[in-house]
């Protein structure tokens, strides 16, 4: 089963609560909030204001957006990412895969990603939460073969996976990259661009998306989030939740 969320930095200029209401209109069901702006890392009480706030108007934190690398930080800046996914009551940290794509990666820099990909499941874990890394380019999830290496070599209960069409693909080819992810997949970033990164209605990908979230759907229970709405308008990210509800009502 999915649930309906929006990633807090679709609308980086909103204020948390703007983003609450926001969503509520929406009928969504949940909020990743982001690291960069609206929940900052170790600003404890400012986690536990944005995660009550939310809940108290009938929403759900879905996961905590940090933009941690695994790999390129020190050990206490992941610390303050955990503490503040704590403090909102995440269940989940979304993080990135480091700084280097997959081509350019050395076998030095993929056992010092591994290790510290270990490092945090290991601490995630103990406080109960999971661990999601971006699908995206630049790192080490850029290519299916390259983050299905990155997971066997993790081999961690707690180290999980987002995934996200690659832009400029073919559905079938998304669909195909989308097995990498299947047996670690715990949500979606769900957006429609065309192959130039233009950012589109989300109803405009109906055809893909009902393919992937059909595919996806076999993962388990998760969040679908919305992200990148045109223009950054709040109202075609109403649209667009609009045709997300519709299209997982389906499932």
């Not at 690291?35 to 995660?51: C, E, K, N």
């Not at 990259?177 to 405009?204: Q, Y």
Request: charged fraction near 20%.
């Amino acid at each position: 089963m999915f649930r309906t969320g929006l990633t807090s930095i679709t609308f980086r200029k909103l204020l948390p609560d703007e983003i609450i209401r926001l969503s509520a209109l929406a009928k969504l069901d949940g909020i990743e909030w982001g690291g960069d702006v609206h929940v900052l890392p170790g600003d404890i009480t400012q986690a536990r204001q944005v995660g009550t706030q939310t809940r108290d108007a009938g929403l759900c934190v879905s996961s905590y957006g940090s933009y941690y690398c695994i790999g390129q930080e020190t050990p206490d800046a992941f610390l303050r990412v955990l503490d503040s996914a704590v403090a909102l009551e995440a269940p989940i940290i979304r993080v990135w895969a480091g700084k280097q794509g997959s081509r350019e990666a050395s076998a030095a820099y993929r056992r010092q990603v591994v290790c510290d990909s270990q490092r945090i499941a290991d601490l995630a874990h103990q406080a109960g939460l999971r661990i999601a890394c971006e699908w995206h380019g630049g790192t080490l999830t850029d290519n299916a073969v390259s983050a299905k290496e990155l997971f066997d070599a993790v081999n961690h209960p707690a180290f999980c996976t987002y995934w996200q069409p690659r832009n400029g693909e073919s559905a079938a080819f998304c669909l195909y990259d989308m097995d990498a992810a299947m047996e670690r997949l715990i949500g979606l970033h769900v957006f429609s661009w065309n192959p130039a990164g233009d950012r589109l209605p989300l109803s405009s990908g109906q055809r893909a998306w009902k393919q992937y979230l059909a595919k996806a759907s076999a993962a388990g229970d998760m969040f679908a989030l919305l992200e990148f709405v045109l223009n950054d308008d709040p109202h075609q990210m109403l649209a667009d939740a609009a045709t997300l509800r519709e299209w997982v009502k389906l499932l």
